[in-house]
């Protein structure tokens, strides 16, 4: 099997695609003259110009677009057959079922999912086990790619674009300015999501008791997503001097600051997904669920688990505050090392 043309099919969020470049990074590495078209949603849409294995995107507007979404679908059914199509998805998707049946794909790949039609599972030639609610993400892709015979490891990875650079080192010029320092980008989000997030308290007692320890080299800027400028606005007025609200920014824009910054800290979303992509270590707050299923993996990232599956938030400040301190003890050494 040759395939000229893949089609990768992950309507998700944000953070999903990125746990899932390692994945394309084998699909690239073993077929590099592919083309390989990537159908997102609206919400992890952005990332794809940020992932150097995909060479076009096909975007799902929101779940009421029926018109733009019946569009693409004739689109799908007047174009060429695909030579394989691949759904990321581990569950059963209706919308990437869909599109798997209107590819029409010499090649179908997939997870298996007991709730996906028997008529459809004919589409999923090649499918294996989706691993069920408490294997990581890496392991299920890493299933994934085997079955293809794909090389696989499990680091994510998004590129920078030059421009990007460019916007960040005009809007954030501390990141960029050279000083030798240990610069920490503090993501309190997502605020959307009660359970994952921990308590903006905590970040405030956290950033205080940093900035009082006498560590001169450690420089604290607290980074929104969007819609969280207002609650991160709040957090940085009560932690007062010593801390930067970082600009508002595209994606783009957004990975070139977390490029720049030693460590980044925050609860396990698309954004700490993001850091990890882009070479920046990280240190997560986790629920049993996150932890087990989506923390960022590898000796650089480091992940302290609440022990509770649905939520982080009985994680204590002094505990945090001693596995922070060990985990930059442990980069500062690792860079001396090097």
């Known amino acids: 099997m040759d395939p000229r043309h893949i089609l990768v099919i992950y309507p998700r969020r944000l953070g999903d695609l990125i746990v899932a470049t390692p994945f394309l990074r084998g699909l690239r590495a073993k077929w590099p003259r592919a083309r390989m078209r990537l159908v997102a949603s609206w919400r992890n849409a952005p990332a794809a110009p940020l992932i150097p294995f995909i060479d076009e995107?096909?975007?799902?507007?929101?779940?009421?677009?029926?018109?733009?979404?019946?569009?693409?679908l004739r689109d799908f059914m007047k174009a060429p057959a695909w030579d394989m199509a691949v759904d990321l998805n581990c569950v059963f998707s209706r919308t990437s079922s869909i599109f798997m049946w209107a590819a029409r794909a010499e090649v179908g790949v997939g997870f298996d999912d007991p709730h996906r039609p028997r008529w459809l599972r004919r589409l999923y030639g090649r499918a294996v086990p989706n691993g069920g609610k408490r294997e990581h993400m890496?392991?299920?892709?890493?299933?994934?790619?085997?079955?293809?015979?794909?090389?696989?490891?499990?680091?994510?990875?998004c590129?920078?674009?030059?421009?990007?650079?460019?916007?960040?080192?005009?809007?954030?010029?501390?990141?960029?300015?050279?000083r030798p320092g240990f610069?920490?980008?503090?993501?309190?989000?997502?605020?959307?999501?009660?359970?994952?997030?921990?308590?903006?308290?905590?970040?405030?007692?956290?950033?205080?008791?940093?900035?009082?320890?006498?560590?001169?080299?450690?420089?604290?800027?607290?980074?929104?997503?969007?819609?969280?400028?207002?609650a991160c606005e709040k957090i940085a007025r009560e932690i007062g001097q010593g801390i930067t609200l970082l600009p508002e920014s595209t994606l783009p824009g957004t990975a070139a600051m977390l490029s720049r910054a030693r460590l980044f800290v925050g609860s396990v979303t698309g954004t700490a997904h993001l850091a990890a992509a882009v070479g920046t270590p990280t240190f997560t707050f986790n629920s049993g669920y996150t932890y087990a299923v989506w923390r960022p993996l590898g000796e650089r990232h480091a992940a302290i688990n609440s022990g509770d599956w649905h939520s982080c938030r009985e994680i204590g400040v002094d505990r945090a505050l001693d596995a922070l301190w060990a985990h930059?003890?442990?980069?500062?050494?690792?860079?001396?090392?090097?």
């Not at 009421?64 to 569009?71: E, V």
């Open 183 to 230: 610069n920490i980008i503090i993501h309190p989000g997502n605020f959307k999501h009660f359970g994952v997030r921990w308590p903006e308290a905590n970040y405030v007692t956290l950033s205080c008791r940093l900035l009082s320890s006498g560590r001169r080299d450690l420089r604290l800027c607290l980074l929104a997503g969007p819609g969280e400028r207002e």
């Open 159 to 178: 590129a920078v674009p030059p421009d990007a650079l460019i916007q960040a080192e005009r809007l954030a010029p501390a990141l960029f300015d050279g």
């Open 57 to 72: 995107t096909v975007t799902l507007g929101r779940p009421q677009d029926w018109s733009g979404h019946a569009k693409l």
């Open 138 to 157: 890496a392991s299920r892709y890493r299933r994934l790619a085997l079955s293809l015979e794909l090389p696989y490891l499990p680091e994510p990875e």
């Open 328 to 338: 930059m003890d442990f980069l500062q050494a690792a860079s001396r090392a090097s």
